[in-house]
């Protein structure tokens, strides 16, 4: 009778690793799915489901497969759950009860293979308390060394985990180029310096490669992915040269620029929609101005726009509907004389920089972290110790990179040819035949922002 009731029971299997934990022991989700599969087949139990938390901790309750697995348990799917060890299911004393107050009120038993664990009486139930508590411990602890790891394993570029982008591939542990899915970003920034649209972007990308069945937010991620210019975002920063780069650094910048100024889709045929959007700054206060109205016959449109702090919440004394053809008037009729007098500032003060050489203090703290990292190596200082050197060690590159670089130029960067382009053209003439886009392509290539005060004065920022 015992054999046939074990039989008919409905065990489910779960497995967890956190995302550092996958980083140091590898297949580690497999080698828990294989062992309880082979469990499950040799004491006869029926396998109702898998359930894996890929990159998610112990300490957190809210990871999607135990939420499905509890759920199944409360529509009494399930009669016991199998785990490889306790800390695969928690790590803490309180959240371990939240989950066995759910399998206890549905009759459900949980069962370690790698453990012997006996919560149906006192003593066994004491004994898992005290190995919690002490797991809770041991997991403050671990985590510390997993990161140190994980730090490591970034800083020496290799790849651990997540979704490897288009144009990119993995090899050797390794980011590398993807020459067959290369063309991909390169069209994606391009479209994109062509129509400063995201939407537009992707509606072209999906034109060309339909086969990628790409989305917009798929699209829009490219355009952000710091991967293109070999840099890497990790918790602990930027880490420079990860993998080789695709796109220029000015290019992938300027695009960024773009974006951040927010554009409107162009909302009827050949309108372009704002063609300031993003680029005007109230005076007063410093916000960004927002459109406001126009029509929907694009040969009565008016474009007006407004400072949103003064009618959003009255902490702005400015209610000017800033008309945009006045906007743009007056924008012409300013642009030569500041950008000539930009050019001539942006010269001079690069004639007159003075280059201090921080060479020898950044060697100085190099070998310092060599140092620091040799004795850490060697078991010779603690790992606290060593976290809190090489964290005050790498601000104090940080700053001195940053001194060296406003030494060295002690401005920011100009295209000056371009900029320069803009004089020795008939530029007013060839504005008047631009269409509404093309001219926000215009002013978006040249100006960053333009500060603009009630009576239209303004001073225009340039790139």
């Avoid at 980083?23 to 080698?31: E, K, M, Q, V």
């Avoid at 959240?95 to 107050?101: E, P, S």
């Avoid at 035949?433 to 978006?444: D, H, M, P, V, Y």
Wanted: a positive charge; glycine letters at 4%.
């Amino acid at each position: 009778m015992e054999n046939n009731k074990i039989a008919t029971e409905e065990v489910a299997l779960y497995v967890r690793v956190s995302t550092e934990e996958q980083a140091i022991n590898g297949d580690s989700l497999r080698t828990q799915r294989e062992e309880l599969t082979k469990y499950a087949l040799k004491n006869g139990f029926h396998i109702y489901g898998i359930y894996e938390d890929d990159g998610f901790s112990a300490t957190n309750l809210k990871r999607p497969a135990l939420q499905r697995l509890l759920k199944d348990v409360e529509q009494n799917k399930i009669n016991r759950i199998l785990i490889t060890k306790l800390d695969r299911l928690s790590r803490g004393v309180r959240n371990y009860y939240k989950v066995l107050d759910v399998l206890d009120e549905h009759g459900v038993f949980w069962q370690t293979i790698f453990e012997k664990y006996d919560s149906s009486t006192a003593s066994g139930r004491l004994h898992i308390n005290i190995m919690l508590s002490v797991a809770e411990n041991e997991s403050a602890q671990t985590s510390e060394r997993i990161r140190s790891v994980f730090k490591t394993k970034v800083e020496s570029k290799e790849l651990i985990s997540g979704k490897i982008p288009i144009g990119l591939k993995r090899q050797d542990k390794k980011l590398v180029v993807d020459e067959d899915k290369k063309q991909v970003v390169l069209d994606a920034f391009q479209f994109y310096k062509e129509t400063t649209s995201a939407y537009q972007t992707f509606q072209n990308l999906d034109l060309k490669y339909p086969e990628l069945q790409l989305n917009y937010m798929r699209v829009y991620r490219m355009l952000t992915n710091k991967l293109y210019i070999g840099i890497k975002t990790t918790r602990y920063g930027d880490v420079e040269n990860f993998c080789p780069a695709i796109i220029d650094k000015i290019e992938f910048d300027n695009t960024q620029r773009l974006l951040s100024k927010n554009a409107r889709k162009p909302s009827f045929e050949n309108s372009g929609g704002y063609i300031f959007q993003g680029l005007l700054k109230c005076a007063e206060c410093g916000y960004t101005l927002g459109g406001k109205f126009y029509s929907k016959n694009p040969e009565s449109s008016k474009y007006y726009y407004i400072c949103k702090r003064h009618h959003l919440s009255l902490k702005c004394s400015c209610g000017t509907n800033f008309n945009e053809v006045k906007v743009e008037e007056k924008l012409l009729k300013e642009f030569n004389k500041q950008l000539k007098k930009y050019i001539y500032n942006y010269e001079y003060k690069e004639k007159h920089s003075k280059k201090i050489d921080m060479t020898k203090e950044i060697n100085s703290i190099e070998n310092k972290l060599s140092k620091l990292k040799d004795l850490y190596i060697r078991d010779l200082i603690r790992i606290e110790d060593y976290e809190k050197d090489y964290k005050e060690y790498v601000s104090q590159l940080d700053k001195l990179y940053a001194q060296q670089e406003r030494k060295e130029t002690n401005i920011p960067d100009a295209n000056l040819e371009a900029l320069k382009s803009f004089l020795n053209s008939d530029f007013n003439l060839i504005y008047n035949s631009l269409s509404r886009i093309e001219k926000r392509r215009i002013w978006l290539s040249v100006i960053d922002y333009i500060v603009i005060d009630k009576d239209y004065n303004m001073k225009i920022f340039f790139i």
